[in-house]
């Protein structure tokens, strides 16, 4: 019972921590939306009072915030929300795709030996490699980058 208790926890951490991040960015941001209201021109020069109490209270302004109905704290709130689960997912999406298969690689990689390699990649001559490559050269594009050469 108590591994299960501390698996689960160890499991969960990083997601509840970057709600507690998210949620705690929410607060600042939604103070700084209505310290911007309400100072409008000398907003400037009551910000760091404003970003100190917002930063050394956030249960306080996010409680207020909350019980004032913020739309913007509601919404960024909501949106940190979503966004955690979205990524718990996807990271256990991805936990599940990267496990390993019979083979002990990941997916359908295997080791090949070096006769597999030779015959698979290096079965071309050097004179069938030269031949190749210029039979792929354009020979209308070399005549003009040899014309532009000598105009310069």
């Known amino acids: 019972m108590k591994d299960k208790l501390l698996n689960s926890v160890k499991v969960s951490w990083p997601y509840l921590l970057t709600l507690i991040i998210g949620l705690y960015l ?9 310290a911007l209201s309400h100072y409008k021109l000398t907003f400037a020069d009551h910000m760091p009072t ?46 599940k795709a990267w496990e390993k298969a019979d083979t002990d690689t990941h997916g359908s990689a295997t080791w090949g030996n070096v006769k597999d390699l030779l015959t698979q990649y290096f079965t071309i001559s050097s004179k069938d490699l030269s031949s190749q490559f210029n039979e792929s050269l354009n020979s209308d594009v070399i005549k003009q980058l040899q014309d532009k050469g000598e105009q310069k």
């Open 26 to 34: 929410a607060e600042i941001l939604a103070g700084s939306v209505m």
């Open 50 to 95: 404003v970003l100190k109490q917002l930063a050394l209270h956030p249960w306080h302004y996010y409680n207020l915030y909350l019980g004032q109905k913020n739309p913007v704290l509601i919404i960024v709130s909501i949106a940190v929300v979503l966004y955690t689960i979205y990524f718990a997912l996807k990271r256990n999406s991805k936990h």
